[in-house]
């Protein structure tokens, strides 16, 4: 089993910066992608930015965070961890940011979502 834990968010003013992290831990050699969604009150949850686990392959971002957010991935034997660094954040930035963890099983695709962070940015 493989269950993400987030942490690092909290209240900046616009234009700070905030750095997240998600640690999965368990069958970690399962996971082929982890990534950063978010979802504000009213509205979808939606892609901010994603990473495949294995070298190789470019991150995905969205538009809206392209050119300020930056994903990481590092992995050790017993977790992996992903970053997101959020730079010159805007109050439109604010949500709560879930990490979510694609795993390959012998059943298919599993997909596993954190309990998220709030993040909030004030003008």
């Known amino acids: 089993q493989v269950q993400p834990v987030e942490s690092g968010g909290g209240l900046v003013q616009a234009g700070g910066s905030l750095r997240l992290s998600c640690v999965a831990s368990?069958?970690?050699?399962?996971?082929?992608?982890m990534g950063w969604y978010r979802q504000s009150p009213g509205k979808q949850r939606e892609l901010v930015a994603a990473i495949a686990s294995g070298s190789g392959g470019s991150p995905m971002y969205a538009d809206s965070v392209k050119g300020r957010f930056t994903i990481t991935i590092s992995r050790d034997n017993a977790k992996n961890t992903v970053y997101l660094q959020m730079n010159s954040l805007k109050a439109e930035d604010t949500a709560v940011y879930y990490c979510?963890?694609?795993?390959?099983?012998?059943?298919?695709?599993?997909?596993?979502w954190g309990q998220g962070t709030q993040v909030t940015v004030s003008l």
């Open positions: 368990g069958s970690i050699f399962s996971i082929k992608a």
């Open positions: 979510k963890v694609d795993r390959m099983t012998t059943a298919g695709l599993q997909v596993i």
